[in-house]
């Protein structure tokens, strides 16, 4: 549920800048060279039978990472988010009015063109911090790494905020437990699991921010891809199997003695999440003492001088006593002549228990396993001088 949410925060962020300063458009367009890529992929995936199944997954603008899959028969095309912080797959309807703006510039499902379409029809609507999707539940078989998962239930969307108009990708698929689906129905990875279409229930992400070919990120199914990270992983168990959530001992900037998350906090690894997010008042104390103005519009985002990279001190997320440290090149985005600071914070609802949420600039540094028999998330270096799918 972050997941759009975060992705759209950064987006509006982005936004705001480029209107004020430097006026160039952030959201591509989906153009022909990505229709070219999904035929470099099926290639790909027709020469790769003896590996796990893999999916390229393109970063735009640093801040969405999407990939293809298709729905129905014959298959019908839609670029996704991939979103461990969700559970949920949702897809535009063919039969959405018109009038809604998201609509109009993403991808349409067609159920009465796929002959594998089975009408389910419950009414259902996913909330978001600044979005929303209503639509009905159908049932269609997804291809996803080339791998047919007979009767996948997903969402139909017949309205979206306009808010999601911005996001590149057509839709969500959620790659969280099914306790968090909204639709109550298994996952993808559950149906994966179930129709022998895995080896294990395992998947790992590789981020990585560029996205021209040859340094794709990418997700595994099933297992790890030992070219994309260094090193030996560490495991943290799952301290509640809803989002991905682990328990963080705290967080440590640098040399200083305090800490943030001091008495230790939940944490949630979040695919969809293009920041990293705490507690509003820890985040702003963070970001000011690493010498961040808050942006006016935008409470708890903050850039950043892009000078004095040397002095920028790094930022550990302690877990079972192990630190997951992240560099200032890691922690700030340089988005034009602008650095960003990619920790921002959130105001929780009083009585509720604030969380971190670790979003892709903390997935970009550890190549993340999601261990979905064992309950645990396995963190290993990401290796980027090794990019090329082999
Ligand atoms: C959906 O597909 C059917 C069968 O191909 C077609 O007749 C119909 O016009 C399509 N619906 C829309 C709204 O495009
Ligand atoms: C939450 O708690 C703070 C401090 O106790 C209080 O000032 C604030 O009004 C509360 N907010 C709500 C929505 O109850």
């Not at 089975?118 to 259902?124: F, S």
């Not at 996803?144 to 969500?172: T, W, Y």
């Not at 800490?259 to 690894?269: D, E, L, N, S, T």
């Not at 980027?384 to 082999?390: G, V």
Request: aromatic residues 12%; charged residues 20%.
């Amino acid at each position: 549920m972050n997941l759009v949410s975060t992705v759209l925060f950064l987006a509006i962020l982005v936004f705001t800048f480029a209107a004020d300063v430097v006026n160039i458009p952030l959201f591509a367009v989906q153009g022909p060279e990505e229709r070219f890529m999904v035929i470099v992929d099926k290639k790909k995936e027709l020469s790769a039978q003896k590996k796990p199944p893999q999916v390229k997954i393109r970063c735009l603008k640093n801040a969405e990472y999407n990939a293809y899959i298709t729905i129905g028969t014959p298959p019908q095309l839609f670029n996704v988010i991939l979103d461990t912080g969700s559970a949920d797959l949702w897809i535009p309807s063919v039969h959405c009015p018109k009038s809604n703006l998201p609509y109009q510039s993403h991808r349409k499902y067609n159920g009465t063109s796929s002959t594998s379409y089975k009408y389910v029809g419950e009414a259902i609507s996913i909330n978001y911090e600044f979005a929303s999707v209503t639509g009905y539940l159908s049932e269609d078989t997804v291809t996803i790494a080339g791998k047919p998962v007979r009767g996948q239930v997903f969402i139909e969307a017949m309205h979206q905020s306009d808010a999601l108009s911005q996001n590149v990708a057509d839709g969500v698929l959620g790659l969280g437990f099914s306790t968090l689906s909204v639709a109550k129905t298994p996952t993808i990875i559950d149906n994966m699991v179930e129709q022998n279409l895995l080896a294990a229930p395992v998947f790992s992400f590789y981020l990585n921010r560029k996205a021209t070919i040859g340094s794709e990120s990418m997700l595994t199914l099933g297992g790890t891809n030992p070219a994309f990270y260094k090193g030996d992983f560490t495991f943290i168990d799952v301290s509640r199997a809803k989002f991905w959530q682990l328990q963080m001992d705290r967080v440590k900037v640098g040399n200083r003695a305090d800490f943030y998350c001091k008495q230790g906090c939940p944490a949630i690894v979040d695919s969809g999440s293009s920041v990293i997010i705490g507690p509003m008042e820890e985040t702003n104390d963070l970001n000011k003492r690493l010498g961040g103005w808050e942006v006016p519009q935008i409470p708890g985002m903050f850039t950043i001088s892009c000078s004095g990279k040397t002095r920028r001190p790094k930022i550990e997320f302690i877990f079972n006593g192990k630190s997951f440290s992240l560099s200032g090149e890691e922690y700030i985005m340089k988005v034009h002549n602008i650095c960003v600071s990619l920790i921002a914070g959130r105001n929780y609802p009083n009585g509720t228990t604030p969380y971190w949420v670790l979003g892709t600039p903390f997935m970009r540094t550890y190549y993340t396993q999601f261990d979905q028999n064992n309950l645990r998330v396995g963190f290993a270096k990401a290796n980027h001088e090794n990019r090329m799918f082999k």
